[in-house]
Nanobody, 123 residues
Framework: QVELVESGGGLVQAGGSLNLSCSTS????????MAWFRRVPGQSREFVAV????????DYLDSVKGRFTISRDNSKNTAFLQMNGLKPEDTAIYYC????????????????WGRGTQVTVSS
């Protein structure tokens, strides 16, 4: 497992943008598939986006396609989630997750998790 730390959350008006970051000091970052999940209190974690180790393959939750972009900088051991056109229904705690295998959209498949960062979108 590696320690993951999210940053970049906050309060934004509908239509606005935020860029979340997920960083780690571990040397294994380049071997990890990275993903973002989100959770609304009282609900289970929901897959948002995933990127493979090389950054050449991605997948997204249908409701965020065209608005969110996942990327990674392996030289800086950091993954990103650029969120544009935010909507009130995007309000949640966003978690970064990693696994040393291929792409998966299942939360149970990930072995490393950050503590989360709050994203609040006002109408």
């Amino acid at each position: 497992q590696v320690e993951l730390v999210e940053s970049g959350g906050g309060l934004v008006q509908a239509g606005g943008s935020l860029n979340l970051s997920c960083s780690t000091s571990g040397e294994v970052f380049t071997t990890y598939t990275m993903a973002w999940f989100r959770r609304v209190p009282g609900q289970s974690r929901e897959f948002v986006a995933v990127i493979n180790r090389a950054g050449s393959n991605t997948d997204y939750l249908d409701s965020v396609k065209g608005r969110f972009t996942i990327s990674r900088d392996n030289s800086k051991n950091t993954a990103f989630l650029q969120m544009n056109g935010l909507k009130p229904e995007d309000t949640a705690i966003y978690y970064c997750a990693g696994r040393p295998w291929g792409i998966s959209t299942s939360a149970g498949a990930y072995i490393s998790w950050g503590r989360g960062t709050q994203v609040t979108v006002s109408s």
